[in-house]
């Protein structure tokens, strides 16, 4: 599939081309809105937002950039807009608190052997962390995600966030301590 071709006949109005970038960016798009919401629900909300936007936006594309910087940047706006109305309506908890997850990750701490269930372990203990995650204020949360779970660059980040790239350094250094903190906390 030659992008800039399909993107140009959507541009002509020819929305039917939209079928092979939505077959494209499908599972990376709805991974993205999955790991800043972490709902189901709201993931599938925000990901169909993003596309009906596309869609109806797609005259404001630049080809200057990568069409998967300009879609996730969409998401992005969209996941900030619903973030701010959420977080309007209800108080923020900044700690995790449950007894159960913290004996856990402090076994898995304390023993250096590999245990029978450790694999279930590991998984466990990378829920902890995305849950922690979860729990970030959405200008942290968007650039661990982008960075840690759907692999982008600095720069990747910075275009799509619309920030220079030494803030995304901030804010992945303020984030990673936030993280190391909570995690403590936990343990």
């Not at 701010?84 to 700690?95: I, Q």
């Not at 269930?117 to 729990?135: H, M, N, P």
Request: proline fraction near 3%.
């Amino acid at each position: 599939m030659d992008e800039k071709l399909v993107i140009k006949q959507c541009l002509n109005g020819r929305n039917e081309y939209f079928e092979p970038l939505v077959s494209k960016y499908e599972q990376p798009l709805y991974r993205y809105c999955l790991h800043l919401c972490n709902d189901r629900n709201d993931a599938m909300d925000l990901f169909q937002e993003t596309w009906l936007k596309a869609v109806s936006k797609i005259h404001r594309y630049d080809d200057n950039h990568l069409f998967k910087t300009w879609l996730f940047s969409i998401a992005t706006n969209e996941y900030r807009d619903r973030y701010r109305r959420a977080m309007r309506r209800r108080p923020y908890n900044l700690f995790f608190s449950n007894a159960d997850d913290k004996s856990l990750v402090m076994n898995r701490m304390e023993s250096t052997e590999k245990q029978p269930d450790a694999t279930l372990e590991e998984k466990e203990f990378q829920s902890l962390v995305k849950a922690e995650v979860g729990r970030l204020k959405w200008d942290y949360r968007t650039v661990v995600v982008l960075h840690y779970f759907e692999e982008m660059g600095l720069r990747e980040i910075s275009t799509v966030l619309n920030i220079p790239v030494g803030t995304v350094k901030s804010r992945l250094y303020y984030a990673r301590g936030l993280l190391k903190t909570r995690m403590e906390m936990i343990l």
